[in-house]
């Protein structure tokens, strides 16, 4: 089967989708490079009729699992701490796919996406059960059809760095995930005047992949190749210019701290 007919054959039974919600664990929020391409994608998505809500997480008050599994035994499904999480648990349960747009750091997702995860802990029942691919698993305490569509970023010009985000994420969704979007040397993008046709294709990527969400209930290995296309035909290029920017930044903070 190809990556195509697996997604189209998991989905085949979740019915359309209406309601997206993001999750964007980016510390720059709104001023960084996830946000430029979940823009791109939500252009396509909305285009398409999908109702659509994003939640930055750097906006809100979430403060670390403290691992006491109340939300397990005293109030189940509850979690103690009376933070920003609870209501974003329900708005999570209400909606048909989840949309997490967040950027790589250190190989994994962002100190934010990181509490966010393990605080959806009681969106999961306690006991331990075999799951699909033989590995122990806990059950979902609601149960939906829900879609998940993964957008990262970063700052290096190779999807491989993707890898260990990639692997963690599959491990607890490997049945909802319909998109993985990655944007590799996303920093360039403040330069895209000098590469104007190979940005431009990348940003097609992500609209064809919203769009594709909207109208398919999935995203195309063609959508993913597109948004994930190289920029630069040479590496060399890219790290001449990575470069003359972090010497002019060194440079200017240096003559800042002089004056
Ligand atoms: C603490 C930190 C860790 C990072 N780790 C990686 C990394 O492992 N690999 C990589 O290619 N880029 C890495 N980056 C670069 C970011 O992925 C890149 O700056 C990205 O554009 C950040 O997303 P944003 O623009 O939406 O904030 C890191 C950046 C920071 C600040």
Same mark, same amino acid.
């Given at each position: 089967m190809t990556r195509d007919e697996e997604r189209k054959a998991t989905t085949r039974n979740f019915g359309p989708v209406k309601k997206a919600l993001v999750i964007q664990g980016s510390p720059?929020?709104?001023?960084g490079w996830t946000d430029h391409c979940l823009d791109k994608y939500l252009e396509g998505l909305t285009g398409a009729g999908v109702e659509s809500e994003v939640v930055y997480l750097n906006k809100l008050n979430i403060g670390h699992c403290?691992?006491?599994?109340h939300c397990w035994?005293?109030?189940?499904?509850?979690?103690?701490?009376?933070?920003?999480?609870p209501p974003l648990l329900e708005k999570l349960i209400s909606a048909d796919l989840w949309v997490y747009a967040v950027p790589l750091y250190f190989f994994s997702v962002t100190g934010l996406f990181k509490d966010f995860l393990d605080r959806t802990? +009681?969106?999961? #029942?306690p006991f331990l059960i075999e799951g699909e691919n033989g590995l122990t698993s806990h059950p979902a305490r609601y149960k939906g059809n829900v879609r998940l569509v993964i957008i990262s970023v970063c700052g290096?010009?190779?999807?491989?760095?993707f890898g260990a985000l990639l692997d963690m994420l599959r491990r607890p969704y490997r049945n909802m995930i319909v998109g993985e979007l990655l944007r590799p040397a996303a920093e360039a993008i403040v330069a895209r005047e000098f590469f104007p046709e190979t940005y431009s294709r990348a940003m097609d990527g992500f609209i064809r992949a919203g769009r594709e969400t909207a109208e398919l209930g999935y995203v195309t290995e063609a959508a993913e190749q597109a948004a994930s296309a +190289?920029?630069? #035909?040479?590496?060399r290029f890219f790290y001449q210019m990575a470069n003359q920017y972090w010497t002019s930044e060194l440079e200017k903070a240096k003559s800042r701290s002089e004056a």
């Amino acid at each position: 089967m190809t990556r195509d007919e697996e997604r189209k054959a998991t989905t085949r039974n979740f019915g359309p989708v209406k309601k997206a919600l993001v999750i964007q664990g980016s510390p720059r929020g709104r001023k960084g490079w996830t946000d430029h391409c979940l823009d791109k994608y939500l252009e396509g998505l909305t285009g398409a009729g999908v109702e659509s809500e994003v939640v930055y997480l750097n906006k809100l008050n979430i403060g670390h699992c403290l691992g006491c599994f109340h939300c397990w035994t005293k109030t189940p499904g509850q979690c103690m701490q009376k933070d920003d999480m609870p209501p974003l648990l329900e708005k999570l349960i209400s909606a048909d796919l989840w949309v997490y747009a967040v950027p790589l750091y250190f190989f994994s997702v962002t100190g934010l996406f990181k509490d966010f995860l393990d605080r959806t802990v +009681p969106l999961a #029942e306690p006991f331990l059960i075999e799951g699909e691919n033989g590995l122990t698993s806990h059950p979902a305490r609601y149960k939906g059809n829900v879609r998940l569509v993964i957008i990262s970023v970063c700052g290096f010009p190779e999807t491989d760095h993707f890898g260990a985000l990639l692997d963690m994420l599959r491990r607890p969704y490997r049945n909802m995930i319909v998109g993985e979007l990655l944007r590799p040397a996303a920093e360039a993008i403040v330069a895209r005047e000098f590469f104007p046709e190979t940005y431009s294709r990348a940003m097609d990527g992500f609209i064809r992949a919203g769009r594709e969400t909207a109208e398919l209930g999935y995203v195309t290995e063609a959508a993913e190749q597109a948004a994930s296309a +190289p920029f630069f #035909e040479d590496n060399r290029f890219f790290y001449q210019m990575a470069n003359q920017y972090w010497t002019s930044e060194l440079e200017k903070a240096k003559s800042r701290s002089e004056a």
